[in-house]
């Protein structure tokens, strides 16, 4: 089974900055695009960035581009996201997710088959 597991995440203020990690088992991790998602309750899971194998191409919701940076460590089997500007609005608990093979830096989360247990960010005013 392939276990994802994020962390980083935590309480910040408005305009302050936070990187996530996600943490990855297995030995096939540079073999996937990896993305990320967050979610607030009530709502729908939301797309927020997503890279491909290498980490030389990606994604980002229009929400975060130039604010937030995904990028990946396939040394160390483990995906970031660096979160600059944050604001309140960025509030949610944040997901990594593994691509399925068939899909490349998709956006929906039918694109993604395997997702870790999510980590909070809070984003105060």
């Known amino acids: 089974q392939v276990q994802l597991v994020e962390s980083g995440g935590g309480l910040v203020q408005a305009g302050g900055s936070l990187r996530l990690s996600c943490a990855a088992s297995?030995?096939?991790?540079?073999?996937?695009?990896m993305g990320w998602f967050r979610q607030v309750p009530g709502k729908e899971r939301e797309f927020v960035a997503a890279?491909?194998?290498?980490?030389?191409?990606?994604s980002y919701a229009d929400s975060v581009k130039g604010r937030f940076t995904i990028s990946r460590d396939n040394t160390k089997n483990t995906m970031y996201l660096q979160m600059n500007s944050l604001k309140p609005e960025d509030t949610a608990v944040y997901y990594c997710?593994?691509?399925?093979?068939?899909?490349?830096?998709?956006?929906?989360?039918?694109?993604?088959?395997?997702w870790g247990q999510g980590t909070q960010v809070t984003v105060s005013s």
């Open positions: 890279l491909s194998l290498s980490g030389a191409r990606t």
């Open positions: 997710a593994r691509g399925r093979l068939e899909y490349d830096l998709g956006r929906r989360e039918e694109e993604y088959d395997y």
């Open positions: 297995g030995r096939t991790f540079s073999s996937y695009v």
